[in-house]
T-cell receptor, first 112, second 110 residues
Framework: DAGITQSPRHKVTETGTPVTLRCHQTENHRYMYWYRQDPGHGLRLIHYSYGVKDTDKGEVSDGYSVSRSKTEDFLLTLESATSSQTSVYFC???????????FGAGTRLSVL | KNEVEQSPQNLTAQEGEFITINCSYSVGISALHWLQQHPGGGIVSLFM???GKKKHGRLIATINIQEKHSSLHITASHPRDSAVYIC????????????FGKGTKLSVKP
């Protein structure tokens, strides 16, 4: 199994509070991705990174920011959480763009 | 808009049956992934293919570029194959970003 750790695995928070999710990899892969998964939708890309300090927006980036200061860590921040951001969040890694992706175990976030 | 459509949405089979899950996409993909999401939520990549056919154990994935269609087959299905199967397309020039189908929920009964 690819070495990907997401933390926390579960979080309950209140509307308006900031939240940061962490993805840590031990594979030294260049690409890292944050997705959200909601009923009735496929996985949707939030943001991705193609190197340290190199990030770009995905399909559903509004309300989210990311940072990657080290190869192994990719942080997803909800500056002011809203109930619409209640979801399961997955991190994935890939050696290069267009290569097979390996997924973390997911973080279940509830915003009340 | 680049889209990925899967069918069927839900599938129930008896143990031992041959199963086919379909995926269609719009033009311009460079590769297609098949993934499996376990009932516990974990996601595993099964195949990535850009042409022809790939086989791993009882799983076979095919892709027809001209028809913009891919299939995932499971031979001699087993209850442990019960999961959601997801196809995802990589469109050229997208930095390798995936566009996901909504998944096919497979339940194999003993």
């Amino acid at each position: 199994d690819a070495g990907i750790t997401q933390s926390p695995r579960h979080k309950v928070t209140e509307t308006g509070t900031p939240v940061t999710l962490r993805c840590h990899q031990t594979e030294n892969h260049r690409y890292m991705y944050w997705y959200r998964q909601d009923p009735g939708h496929g996985l949707r890309l939030i943001h991705y990174s193609y190197g340290v300090k190199d990030t770009d927006k995905g399909e559903v980036s509004d309300g989210y920011s990311v940072s990657r200061s080290k190869t192994e860590d990719f942080l997803l921040t909800l500056e002011s959480a809203t109930s619409s951001q209640t979801s399961v969040y997955f991190c994935a890694i890939s050696e290069q763009g267009g290569y097979i992706q390996y997924f973390g175990a997911g973080t279940r976030l509830s915003v009340l | 808009k680049n889209e990925v459509e899967q069918s069927p949405q839900n599938l129930t089979a008896q143990e031992g049956e041959f199963i086919t899950i379909n995926c269609s996409y719009s033009v311009g993909i460079s590769a297609l992934h098949w993934l499996q999401q376990h009932p516990g939520g974990g996601i595993v990549s099964l195949f990535m293919l850009s042409s022809g056919k790939k086989k791993h154990g009882r799983l076979i994935a095919t892709i027809n570029i001209q028809e913009k269609h891919s299939s995932l087959h499971i031979t001699a299905s087993h209850p442990r194959d019960s999961a959601v199967y997801i196809c995802a397309a990589i469109y050229g020039g997208s930095q390798g970003n995936l566009i996901f189908g909504k998944g096919t929920k497979l339940s194999v009964k003993p």
